[in-house]
């Protein structure tokens, strides 16, 4: 039932018999079960004409994905509610791949973040083209920060399920579709931007909410990947956020302004 179950598949039939649901699939059991994680040949079956029958678990005797059916909205609506079952057919069944953009812009938005507190918070009196090129360079830094601390929290979730293994899988951890995962899981980021634009009096609360839905999402993304316990993914989650903090610790020991959003020393941003 681990994640590096893949290797062991049969020359496929799929694209003779017209099975399976992306096109130019060429290996079976290349997708899980949503219901039980166990690993399926097909998701559906196409007899003739567009006769479609969505294929039946053998271990758990429900259907292997019935997202396949559902609209995407529905769908979104499921991770947002963070279900493990819209975890399952989103990173296993589907062959999304915008991880690498949505990261980019997730820390896009938590330097505008950074950087929207750091203008509140420092009142310049010096001349205008100056404070011009004082806060584009104070944007960019911003964004080498957040994704330095984002770096050391994914060093720290990747460092305790490594340590962790031995004892937990008889089969090695994907961790490329791990990262995948965890950085699909932080699109609640992409929240912050309508939080600090619409700037009320509830904006701390909410970014603290934000924060707590992404380490949510996190979590079960760790749990869904790997099929672990929800102990060992919680702990894995505190892991990244201990040494994130302590990078942002060392950042403050240097006495650099880095706005962070770190759990730990939120309270004194505000
Ligand atoms: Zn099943």
């Not at 699939?25 to 949503?34: H, N, T, V």
């Not at 997730?106 to 505008?112: G, K, T």
């Not at 634009?197 to 790997?226: G, M």
């Not at 892991?239 to 950042?251: A, C, K, N, P, R």
Request: contains cysteine.
């Amino acid at each position: 039932m681990g994640t590096g179950g893949r290797s062991g598949q049969r020359p496929g039939k799929a694209s003779t018999d017209g099975v399976g649901v992306t096109p130019g699939a060429s290996a079976s059991y290349q997708y899980r079960c949503i219901e039980c994680n166990q690993e399926a040949k097909e998701l559906y079956r196409d007899y003739n004409h567009g006769v479609l029958k969505i294929t039946i678990c053998e271990s758990c005797q429900k259907p292997v994905d019935k997202y396949i059916e559902y609209d995407p909205v529905i769908i979104l609506i499921n991770a947002i509610l963070c279900k493990a079952q819209a975890y399952r057919h989103i990173l296993f069944n589907t062959k999304i791949n915008i991880h690498g953009k949505l990261c980019v812009f997730c820390l896009l938005c938590e330097a505008y973040l950074r950087w929207w507190q750091l203008q509140d918070s420092n009142q310049n009196t010096a001349p205008d083209d100056l404070i011009r090129y004082a806060k584009e360079w104070d944007f960019y830094r911003m964004f080498a920060i957040a994704s330095l601390e984002q770096t050391a929290f994914l060093i720290g979730i990747f460092t305790f399920l490594w340590v962790e293994q031995p004892m937990t899988a008889k089969k090695k951890p994907n961790f490329i579709l791990l990262l995948k995962a965890l950085l699909l899981s932080s699109y609640g980021k992409l929240l912050l931007i309508p939080a600090v634009i619409w700037e009320h009096d509830y904006t701390p609360l909410c970014l603290k909410l934000i924060k707590v839905f992404v380490l949510t999402s996190n979590f079960q993304a760790i749990r869904v990947t790997l099929n672990i316990n929800r102990k060992l993914s919680l702990m894995a989650i505190l892991s990244g956020l201990l040494l994130e903090s302590t990078m942002v610790y060392f950042f403050q020991r240097m006495e650099w302004d880095v706005g962070s959003d770190c759990a730990i020393y939120k309270d004194q941003d505000f």
